[in-house]
């Protein structure tokens, strides 16, 4: 069931597969949208309620036009589907609003599943050069450059053209544009993470770049418990590159909520 979900200031596109499975919630990086999740929800979706959203700009969300936070979009979609408790697999962005809302509402998380995750409250998740080289080519304009350099660093794992992360970057470059100016930050995670007490998992890309690396690395050794997974050949967009073992590890982590 596909629809448009009202949240503060605004709506974003959400699908709900339905069903009688515990509920699974997939929240998408910052360079991909939803359908970044199509290789996978088939298997999900099996065992689980399977609810998917775009971010506000991404895919078939409207574009910010008021302040709003990644936490209080998620709060707002599971409240629209009336999911009380879901486990939660971020990519990325996706990450970084699954563990907040572990923290802040942890009644509300059964299982974390974060892949090549995100966090508030990290410093130097992405080196200065390549912030800088990011930040000129956004003065400029240049979406063809930003896709470039994001398929050259972020998804250094593909071949040849790369049709499918070069169209999930592509999409979603104008929400780096439309909503820098509404994105409020939710409060700093990192030191946090000692207290989250569910079961997680985290995967890494070891083709990811070097930073986000020791940030998952950092982020496994805080968690209590948690999984560490290293994914050799993967980059930051481990659901393409490599579907069918982002399933198995999901529904692994899921089996584990108590």
């Known amino acids: 069931m596909e629809l448009?979900?009202?949240v503060k200031g605004g709506e974003v596109w959400a699908d709900d597969s339905g069903g009688d499975g515990p509920p699974l919630v997939l929240?998408?990086?910052?360079?991909?949208?939803?359908?970044?999740?199509?290789?996978?929800?088939?298997?999900?979706?099996?065992?689980?309620?399977?609810?998917?959203?775009?971010?506000?700009?991404?895919?078939?969300?409207?574009a910010a036009t008021a302040p709003y936070s990644l936490v209080e979009d998620l709060i707002a979609v599971l409240d629209h589907f009336g999911v009380r408790r879901a486990a939660l697999v971020g990519s990325s962005m996706g990450g970084v609003a699954a563990v907040s809302l572990a923290l802040g509402r942890p009644e509300r998380v059964a299982a974390l599943a974060l892949?090549?995750?995100?966090?508030?409250?990290?410093?130097?998740?992405?080196?200065?050069e390549l912030m800088t080289e990011i930040e000129k080519l956004a003065e400029a304009g240049?979406?063809?450059?930003?896709?470039?350099?994001?398929?050259?660093?972020?998804?250094?794992?593909?071949?040849?053209?790369?049709p499918e992360a070069a169209a999930q970057v592509r999409a979603a470059v104008p929400a780096w544009f439309s909503n820098y100016p509404h994105q409020v930050p939710d409060p700093p995670s990192f030191d946090r993470l000692g207290e989250l007490d569910t079961?997680?998992?985290?995967?890494l890309g070891e083709l990811d770049q070097p930073e986000v690396v020791r940030c998952n690395e950092e982020m496994a050794a805080r968690i209590p418990d948690c999984r560490l997974v290293r994914l050799p050949g993967c980059d930051h967009l481990?659901?393409?590159?490599?579907?069918?073992t982002v399933a198995e590890l999901?529904?692994?982590v899921c089996d584990g909520v108590r």
């Open 142 to 162: 240049d979406v063809d450059g930003l896709v470039t350099l994001t398929l050259r660093t972020w998804a250094a794992a593909g071949t040849g053209d790369d």
């Open 27 to 62: 929240l998408h990086p910052g360079i991909g949208d939803s359908t970044a999740w199509d290789p996978v929800v088939p298997r999900l979706a099996r065992r689980h309620r399977v609810i998917r959203y775009d971010v506000r700009g991404y895919g078939r969300s409207p």
């Open 199 to 203: 079961p997680c998992l985290l995967v």
């Open 250 to 252: 999901v529904l692994e």
């Open 238 to 244: 481990p659901m393409l590159r490599a579907p069918e």
């Open 4 to 6: 448009m979900v009202a």
């Open 115 to 128: 892949l090549c995750p995100g966090v508030t409250g990290y410093p130097g998740l992405t080196s200065p």
